[in-house]
């Protein structure tokens, strides 16, 4: 189903404004803030005269990401940027940009993951490109990807990739079981039980208690709604119809032995799982296909359909991952970084580039996915899988999901409760339940106004 976009009135006074001042008193945990002065009620930052050339810097962990820069650079000699590495994210980056911002300086633009930007827009950390023309560039992107960087009546960011989901399997396991991929989540589960009747080591996917975001994005493409605000205060659900439906599935999946929880996908043990046929299938995102491709002997094995659902009626796909090109606080130039990475992300030049040299995972770009993508692919068994499963998965998405200012503390607490189904039984939907009360606490830690929806 391609859903419509009903989302609520989440203003950036409902946002940010209620927190701005557990920003400025250092509540934003574990983080270096800027002090509370807020970019986006200052004066328009003017555009650079004429005849001035203007020099961006581009923090980012994409590999090679100055190639891109350099692509852009050659034909605009006016605008030039300069890209700098910095750790991924929650492994340094984040902290860098925020002691940068606090200390007044910092890039002009900056890989922030779509589920950061609201806990950098609570420390006052992205300028709202609303106010610097970025809508006008709405229609250039996916529905999906543009709703995780807009909030009402403002854009903190510019989607860069997103990680629309499928389904990889192998031909020759799913066959040997007498299955065929699933079109919904119970078809799955027959297939699951099929799997594991070909050999006691043998399963057909993983269900990583140590990692949240696969289960986050199953519940997403249940119709889950985790955060939302009402008024001055943030609204926490997730003990929903919907994801206490995904919890209770895999806890029955779990029980009945039909997942394999020793590891996640795309570890050491995984690889070699999937190279000696034990694990036959992975429901990932997009990216996925170039870390499959490293399973060693598996080239012309494996194919991609799209992502079950969990029913006939519900959506088709759902995401894991994805960053934006945002635009700091301290930018001296916002106008012109909003003309570079609007270019970087739809036109066809910088889209190729971005593939070529970074890797960059799905494309957010309507109407190019990039001529890489265009073709078939002799790895996964000759397929034209991006336009015939992504294209589509790209666009049948929850709208209406949303992250908060405590993403990460959220999967922190999810995991380790998850893990505890394992080390002493605990229900998933428990967990869940568990999880919630920590994270809501992780809220008030903030200074945010917060309750439970039920």
């Known amino acids: 189903m391609t859903p419509t976009n009903p989302r609520g009135p989440l203003t950036r006074r409902q946002l940010f404004g209620f927190g701005i001042g557990a920003a400025a008193t250092g509540l934003l945990a574990g983080c270096a803030v800027p002090g509370s002065t807020n970019v986006n009620k200052a004066a328009l930052v003017p555009a650079a005269a004429g005849g001035e050339t203007v020099t961006l810097t581009y923090w980012a962990w994409l590999k090679d990401l100055q190639k891109v820069c350099d692509v852009w650079n050659a034909k605009n000699p006016r605008i030039q940027v300069q890209a700098n590495w910095i750790p991924g994210g929650n492994s340094g980056g984040y902290q860098k940009m925020y002691s940068a911002l606090a200390a007044g300086g910092g890039p002009d633009i900056g890989q922030v993951e779509l589920r950061q930007i609201p806990e950098f827009m609570l420390a006052n950390g992205l300028v709202d490109l609303a106010r610097y023309g970025a809508k006008d560039f709405q229609s250039k992107y996916d529905e999906a990807a543009w709703a995780q960087v807009e909030f009402v009546d403002g854009v903190y960011g510019i989607p860069q990739d997103t990680g629309p989901m499928g ?124 870390l499959i491709e490293s399973i060693q002997g598996g080239k012309g094995k494996w194919k991609v359909a799209p992502m079950q659902k969990w029913d006939a009626s519900g959506f088709g796909s759902s995401a894991i991952g994805g960053s934006s090109a945002a635009v700091l606080a301290n930018a001296k130039h916002p106008k012109e970084a909003l003309e570079f990475i609007t270019w970087m992300t739809t036109s066809k030049d910088g889209i190729d580039a971005m593939i070529k040299y970074c890797g960059i995972g799905w494309s957010p770009a309507t109407d190019y996915i990039g001529a890489q993508r265009e073709k078939p692919s002799a790895w996964f068994s000759g397929q034209n899988y991006n336009e015939d499963v992504f294209v589509p998965a790209a666009k049948e998405q929850n709208v209406d999901w949303s992250w908060s200012p405590v993403t990460q503390s959220a999967f922190t607490s999810l995991q380790n409760q998850f893990r505890r189904k394992i080390t002493g039984n605990l229900k998933l939907s428990d967990a869940v339940e568990l999880a919630q009360a920590e994270i809501v606490q992780s809220f008030k830690d903030k200074g945010l106004s917060v309750r439970t929806a039920r």
Request: hydrophobic letters at 40%.
């Open 167 to 290: 389904f990889y399997y192998q031909t020759a396991i799913l066959e040997q079981a007498g299955g065929e991929p699933p079109s919904t989540w119970d078809e799955w589960k027959v297939l699951s039980d099929k799997v594991r009747k070909t050999g006691k080591q043998n399963y057909l996917e993983v269900f990583p208690v140590a990692d949240a975001s696969p289960f986050a994005a199953y519940a997403q493409q249940a119709g889950a709604r985790w955060f939302k605000v009402d008024g001055d205060e943030w609204v926490v659900d997730m003990t929903d119809d919907a994801t206490l439906k995904v919890a209770d599935f895999f806890d029955g999946c779990i029980d009945d032995d039909l997942v394999d929880t020793s590891a996640g996908a795309y570890s050491p043990g995984w690889y070699a799982a999937c190279a000696s046929g034990r694990i036959a299938a992975v429901t990932s995102a997009s990216w996925g296909d170039a």
